[in-house]
């Protein structure tokens, strides 16, 4: 079982349309935005919110355990916090709450089997924002913090994603008035050069323990106030992982405005998204390392080469010519960040990696929540196979493991020695597990990740779609069918990822396979069709294909 496992260059808004996730944002389209928000509020679906959406089941017992397991730890890691009142997912783990950085994305990831704990997941930080827009940092299970920003994943994309899968119009408006607020915050507390980029003043800021970068920096704002920037001489930074995450934001805004009717709206903020875009990549890049940096108070590059990169690819921010420069020299090059367990947190072969790696270390160690966040890029920029190499990594450290730990060593897949059941680490386990070998339903159309298991394993994934059918793989004699209402639509014994509409007409294929992958497959007709896809490749199938 251990087998389980588009093409790039479209800007982020062709990305998202392609997704499904702009569907709102003109007016034929908002009329389904609504209709979902009545589906949300309709008592069948609200009897049933508690209801997972995906069921996997496999003969392979170790791997089902380690499912199971990953289940049972997300569960358990559902709580109350003393200063919000619905229950959250929090890290897990030494960590007793909820991170700005992490949470929202973590609760949209999880949202398929609890969709009241990710909208909770965002509406928590939204109630603890202050009156001058600040939002929390984290929120424990006794206080609530403001001592740094912490950003990584923008809150409004999050948010944005979760209420266009979902129908949640509250949510929609919760979220933008909040994020409208968040980024007026930001740009007045943290452009303090007014550079039009966002600032860093403290490690915590980025979320980076006791990493290199932050090297003599302190963890966190004076007086636990994030206004305040300690009186260093390198401070404050321009920062291009923070910056990226307010480009993110901005884009996010956009389309929420337009699904709000608020059209001028989202024209300010497409523009003003531009314009941080294209500082971060005038003011920050260093073509000569292929690589994005801070900038000290002093306009030093802060020269450490680390998951700052991944995190700006994370937000879109470069074209596709300068994401392949990026991409060769730095992110697939084995001897920086492609290691044998990627992503390591800081370059392979840069001076500054932290051995031995200490608990808690984004000083060289692979972080969880850098492996969770790779799909929101790679697959952005066609980079579908290599992304499936990654995640197939990770589960198998993983269930090697046998418990849900915060990082490993990127050279051997070890896991360093630390309290168990990280969130992330069990939403790694069960994502990856559904974008290797399961069904994803990707705005108007389904995504079969079709990956045959050796002749003696079985398997199968049942997803329920928005629209209340049932999507479902089987795998058995090292073949895999694929279903919608249980009838069959393909069948075949290759390694490949075919996309559909809804009625199972095959639109496109991707390969995501490690070598070229002869497609032999029959359709629900018993037809026979073939083709050849090369790895990270994606073609457009004629009906005939």
């Not at 550079?195 to 323990?209: I, N, P, R, S």
């Not at 969770?372 to 269930?399: F, N, T």
């Not at 069990?426 to 002749?455: H, K, Q, Y």
């Not at 779609?465 to 058995?476: F, P, S």
Request: charged content about 25%; overall charge neutral; aromatic content about 10%.
């Amino acid at each position: 079982m251990m087998d389980l496992a588009k093409s790039g260059g479209f800007s982020r808004r062709e990305f998202l349309t392609k997704l499904g996730l702009l569907a709102a944002t003109t007016p034929g389209l908002r009329s389904r935005f609504a209709l979902l928000s009545e589906r949300a509020a309709s008592g069948k679906d609200k009897a049933s919110i508690l209801e997972p959406r995906i069921l996997f089941e496999t003969s392979d017992r170790k791997y089902q355990q380690t499912y199971s397991n990953a289940l049972s730890t997300l569960s358990g890691n559902v709580k109350e916090l003393a200063e919000y009142a619905d229950p959250v997912l929090i890290e897990g783990s030494v960590y007793g709450g909820i991170w700005l950085e992490c949470a929202p994305h973590e609760g949209l990831v999880y949202s398929l089997i609890r969709p009241d704990v990710a909208r909770a997941n965002h509406l928590a930080f939204f109630t603890r924002q202050r009156e001058d827009g600040q939002i929390p940092c984290w929120l424990r299970t006794n206080t609530t913090g403001f001592g740094q920003i912490q950003m990584a994943v923008p809150i409004a994309a999050t948010a944005w994603e979760l209420a266009q899968q979902t129908g949640d119009h509250e949510l929609l408006d919760k979220a933008y008035a909040s994020c409208v607020r968040w980024d007026a915050w930001l740009r007045r507390y943290r452009d303090t050069r007014g550079m039009g980029l966002c600032e860093g003043f403290c490690t915590w800021d980025t979320g980076h323990d006791n990493s290199p970068r932050w090297s003599g920096i302190p963890n966190r704002c004076p007086n636990a106030d994030a206004r305040k920037c300690p009186p260093l001489a390198g401070l404050p930074r321009l920062c291009p992982d923070l910056s990226a995450t307010v480009y993110g934001g901005r884009l996010a805004l956009a389309e929420m405005a337009g699904a709000l009717g608020k059209d001028t709206e989202a024209d300010h903020w497409r523009t003003d998204a531009e314009k941080i875009r294209s500082a971060i990549v005038q003011k920050l890049y260093v073509p000569e390392d292929a690589a994005f940096y801070d900038v000290d108070a002093q306009n030093r590059f802060v020269g450490i080469r680390s998951d700052v990169i991944s995190r700006v690819l994370g937000e879109h921010v470069v074209d596709r010519v300068l994401f392949e420069t990026i991409y060769a020299r730095q992110i697939h090059n084995s001897d920086a960040f492609w290691a044998p367990y990627p992503l390591p947190s800081v370059a392979l072969n840069d001076p500054a990696f932290v051995r031995p790696i200490p608990p808690n270390s984004w000083g060289g160690a692979s972080q969880t929540l850098t492996a969770l966040r790779a799909p929101r890029w790679m697959e952005h920029y066609g980079k579908s196979a290599d992304l499936a190499h990654l995640m197939q990594q990770w589960v198998e450290a993983i269930a090697r493991e046998g418990k849900f730990l915060q990082q490993m060593d990127p050279l051997t897949g070890r896991f360093t020695p630390d309290a168990e059941s990280y969130s992330p680490a069990a939403l790694a386990f069960v994502e990856f597990t559904w974008r290797l070998s399961g069904i994803r339903e990707t705005g108007d159309s389904l995504e079969w990740n079709l990956r045959p298991l050796n002749p003696d394993a079985r398997a199968s994934f049942r997803l329920r779609l928005k629209n209340g059918r049932t999507a479902e793989i089987r795998y058995a004699l090292g073949t895999v069918e694929a279903l919608l209402n249980g009838k069959r639509v393909i069948k075949t014994g290759a390694t490949v990822r075919l996309i559909s509409d809804f009625e199972g007409q095959l639109l496109r294929a991707v390969g995501i396979a490690s070598r070229s992958s002869a497609v032999a497959w029959q359709d629900n007709q018993g037809h026979q069709h073939r083709f050849s896809i090369q790895p990270n490749e994606a073609q457009i199938l004629a009906p005939s294909s």
